[in-house]
T-cell receptor, first 114, second 110 residues
């Protein structure tokens, strides 16, 4: 069964450093998403991406976040200057269409900011 | 704004019991609803997906129902096992993204 792959599984970074979280969506999917889950809290939507541009974003997704599809297979989330409160599990997801079947989540990257 | 709640927040049952987890959402205009399982510190495992036109879905010992008009879904787990211990998340999709509930933390005692 096709999977969404996220790397690394765990990343530790110092406060103020830039981090890039990487995701390989399912190959025929056209819509890509990032979510985050702070420890003990709900999973929250960050951003959706289609046709090489952001299609929707939440209020969490401020100027320190950016997303990119640098090539035909990867989808990245960059956090420019990490803060302690950015520590969370970050989930990537992809879907074939905007409303139908096939919305698949990756296994997540745990980001720890120290 | 869509909001999703789940009751109970935590549940502890002896092995073998049948149990029901509840999910409520405020806006009935949804595309689908999905139940996930999350083990501590791990990712999201999709259990069941119910499209807005469907009333229920079944997979093994799991059965999920959807009453869109009342904004409710239930996840029924039959003959619970210790391996079912995890957090169960309900999520609804109305636009491009899912809105998640806070989860029900289930402990099945041997």
């Amino acid at each position: 069964e096709p999977e969404v792959t996220q790397t690394p599984s765990h990343q530790v970074t110092q406060m103020g450093q830039e981090v890039i979280l990487r995701c390989v969506p399912i190959s025929n999917h056209l819509y890509f998403y990032w979510y985050r889950q702070i420890l003990g809290q709900k999973v929250e939507f960050l951003v959706s991406f289609y046709n090489n541009e952001i299609s929707e974003k939440s209020e969490i997704f401020d100027d320190q976040f950016s997303v990119e599809r640098p090539d035909g297979s990867n989808f990245t989330l960059k956090i420019r200057s990490t803060k302690l409160e950015d520590s969370a599990m970050y989930f990537c997801a992809s879907s074939e269409v905007s409303t139908g079947f096939g919305y698949t989540f990756g296994s997540g990257t745990r980001l720890t900011v120290v | 704004k869509q909001e999703v709640t789940q009751i109970p927040a935590a549940l502890s049952v002896p092995e073998g019991e049948n149990l029901v987890l509840n999910c409520s959402f405020t806006d009935s205009a949804i595309y689908n609803l999905q139940w996930f399982r999350q083990d501590p510190g791990k990712g999201l495992t999709s259990l069941l997906l119910i499209q807005s036109s469907q009333r229920e879905q079944t997979s093994g010992r799991l059965n999920a129902s959807l009453d869109k008009s009342s904004g409710r879904s239930t996840l029924y787990i039959a003959a619970s096992q210790p391996g079912d211990s995890a957090t169960y998340l309900c999520a609804v999709r109305a636009g491009q993204n899912f809105v998640f509930g806070p989860g029900t933390r289930l402990s099945v005692l041997p």
